[in-house]
């Protein structure tokens, strides 16, 4: 008996099925596959029944996700992350009901450690040996240590910038590291030619359909954690999109089941830099899919993708759930990342403050109301991201030659 509800797998633009038995990446068609759930068999149940509340990570919801046997899964322990009041943040803003969802405290440092742990479990649920991907460094640390955990070979190309602390995590787990003078979309092109000539599964997102499904989870818990009282808004650091289009899958999926109580859910908010901003443009033209984001550049590495190959999803979830998407500035991205320290105590990951920085425009401009409440996604660890502090020189003291400071000039 599986332990999973898992059905098949569909193709969102052309409705095409397949066995999630069988290895697959995308469609024939070119667009990414999907997970489909046999959520009829669920209805009627109450959440405790199909969620394992005796689980502290994200396979408490095992039932909805795809790997269908348990000895597959390949857990670290991830999942089940804090929401935590920013009432000092909140206050500053005009928002008062301010929350951050702190996905910085799972493996690896950072959310991508869910999709990293459902990802490979289904890959080696699927005898999957070796498996290459490109990244901008946080996907990449945490495909490659749950991969050295599930004895799976993988290799990573990621871009000479990435954050040499990502580039260590995968250099130390064994991987196979690989470094681009380019961008994530010119490592692409190398993963590519790794796929067609060696045969490794293609890890890069949305061209396996599991990632998503361990991202869907910080949308499930954020369910939970709020309970009947869902927010107002999400706002989510957007590169690829996999964790809002996620997300926004979980949310259907517990409308579907009868979870949801009401007809509200969150408005859903993209938010991009100004230097690499292909979603916004794309949804202020009310587009559906985007272009090309020539020469993109910004310190927020995560979020640097010039062009999202589910970027058609991202824009329907924005769409369907009447949200938005807002690009920030360099200097608005810096200040909320030193705000949050100062007032909340909380490092976090340049990403994280972007949507920190697009919570306070949002509320000038009025589109988030007086009132209402809000989550931030803080997507990772600050501590992987150092050269976005700088210490200014004038508080440097480096004392006589016995090592001591003179009291008088701390106090001056």
């Given at each position: 008996?599986?332990?999973?509800?898992?059905?098949?797998?569909?193709?969102?633009?052309?409705?095409?099925?397949?066995?999630?038995?069988?290895?697959?990446?995308?469609?024939?068609?070119g667009?990414?596959l999907?997970?489909?759930?046999?959520?009829?068999?669920?209805?009627?149940?109450e959440?405790?029944?199909?969620?394992?509340?005796?689980?502290?990570?994200?396979w408490?919801?095992?039932?909805?996700?795809?790997?269908?046997?348990?000895?597959?899964?390949?857990?670290?322990?991830e999942?089940?992350?804090?929401?935590?009041?920013?009432?000092?943040?909140g206050?500053?803003?005009?928002?008062?009901?301010?929350?951050?969802?702190?996905?910085?405290?799972?493996?690896?440092?950072?959310?991508?450690?869910?999709?990293?742990?459902?990802?490979?479990?289904?890959?080696?649920?699927?005898?999957?040996?070796?498996?290459?991907?490109?990244?901008?460094?946080?996907?990449?640390?945490?495909?490659?240590?749950?991969?050295?955990?599930?004895?799976i070979?993988?290799?990573?190309?990621?871009?000479?910038?990435?954050?040499?602390?990502?580039?260590?995590?995968?250099?130390?787990?064994?991987?196979?590291?690989?470094?681009?003078?380019?961008?994530?979309?010119?490592?692409?092109?190398?993963?590519?030619?790794?796929?067609?000539?060696?045969?490794?599964?293609?890890?890069?997102?949305?061209?396996?359909?599991?990632?998503?499904?361990?991202?869907?989870?910080?949308?499930?818990?954020?369910?939970?954690?709020?309970?009947?009282?869902?927010?107002?808004?999400?706002?989510?650091?957007?590169?690829?999109?996999?964790?809002l289009?996620?997300?926004?899958?979980?949310?259907?999926?517990?409308?579907?089941?009868?979870?949801?109580?009401?007809?509200?859910?969150?408005?859903?908010?993209?938010?991009?830099?100004?230097?690499?901003?292909?979603?916004?443009?794309?949804?202020e033209?009310?587009?559906?899919?985007?272009?090309?984001?020539?020469?993109?550049?910004?310190?927020?590495?995560?979020?640097?993708?010039p062009?999202?190959?589910?970027?058609?999803?991202?824009?329907?979830?924005?769409?369907?759930?009447?949200g938005?998407?807002?690009a920030?500035?360099?200097?608005?991205?810096?200040?909320?990342?030193?705000?949050?320290?100062?007032?909340?105590g909380?490092?976090?990951?340049?990403?994280?403050?972007?949507?920190?920085?697009?919570?306070?425009?949002?509320r000038?401009?009025?589109?988030?109301?007086?009132?209402?409440?809000?989550?931030?996604?803080?997507?990772?660890?600050?501590?992987?991201?150092?050269?976005?502090?700088e210490?200014?020189?004038?508080v440097?003291?480096?004392?006589?030659?016995?090592?001591?400071?003179?009291?008088?000039?701390?106090?001056?």
């Amino acid at each position: 008996m599986s332990y999973s509800s898992i059905s098949h797998l569909f193709c969102p633009k052309c409705n095409s099925t397949y066995d999630d038995h069988k290895v697959n990446q995308l469609c024939s068609c070119g667009s990414p596959l999907l997970v489909e759930y046999d959520l009829d068999s669920l209805k009627g149940k109450e959440r405790n029944e199909v969620i394992d509340t005796e689980r502290h990570d994200l396979w408490r919801y095992h039932q909805l996700l795809p790997v269908r046997e348990p000895e597959h899964v390949v857990s670290l322990g991830e999942g089940l992350t804090p929401v935590i009041p920013m009432g000092s943040m909140g206050e500053k803003m005009g928002i008062p009901q301010l929350f951050m969802k702190d996905e910085g405290m799972v493996p690896t440092g950072s959310f991508k450690a869910r999709g990293a742990a459902v990802g490979v479990s289904k890959a080696k649920e699927l005898g999957i040996k070796a498996l290459a991907m490109p990244t901008n460094g946080n996907a990449g640390a945490a495909w490659s240590l749950y991969s050295a955990r599930a004895g799976i070979d993988s290799y990573i190309i990621m871009p000479v910038d990435a954050p040499p602390i990502t580039r260590k995590e995968v250099a130390i787990s064994g991987s196979h590291l690989y470094l681009v003078n380019g961008l994530i979309s010119d490592a692409g092109k190398i993963v590519g030619e790794l796929v067609k000539e060696r045969g490794f599964y293609d890890a890069s997102t949305l061209k396996e359909p599991y990632r998503i499904e361990g991202k869907k989870t910080m949308g499930y818990e954020l369910l939970e954690q709020f309970d009947n009282n869902i927010p107002d808004v999400i706002l989510y650091p957007t590169g690829g999109g996999v964790g809002l289009i996620g997300i926004y899958k979980a949310i259907k999926e517990w409308q579907e089941l009868g979870w949801i109580k009401g007809d509200k859910i969150p408005r859903l908010v993209a938010v991009q830099a100004e230097g690499c901003a292909p979603i916004v443009k794309a949804w202020e033209e009310r587009k559906t899919e985007s272009v090309f984001w020539e020469n993109s550049e910004t310190a927020a590495f995560g979020i640097n993708v010039p062009k999202a190959i589910g970027d058609f999803l991202v824009l329907d979830a924005i769409y369907k759930t009447d949200g938005c998407a807002i690009a920030v500035s360099e200097d608005e991205i810096k200040q909320a990342h030193s705000d949050v320290a100062h007032l909340e105590g909380t490092f976090i990951c340049p990403e994280g403050a972007a949507t920190f920085a697009a919570a306070k425009t949002l509320r000038e401009k009025n589109w988030i109301k007086e009132g209402e409440s809000v989550v931030c996604l803080n997507t990772g660890q600050g501590i992987k991201y150092p050269e976005m502090v700088e210490i200014d020189p004038t508080v440097l003291e480096k004392g006589d030659s016995a090592g001591k400071i003179d009291v008088s000039t701390v106090l001056k």
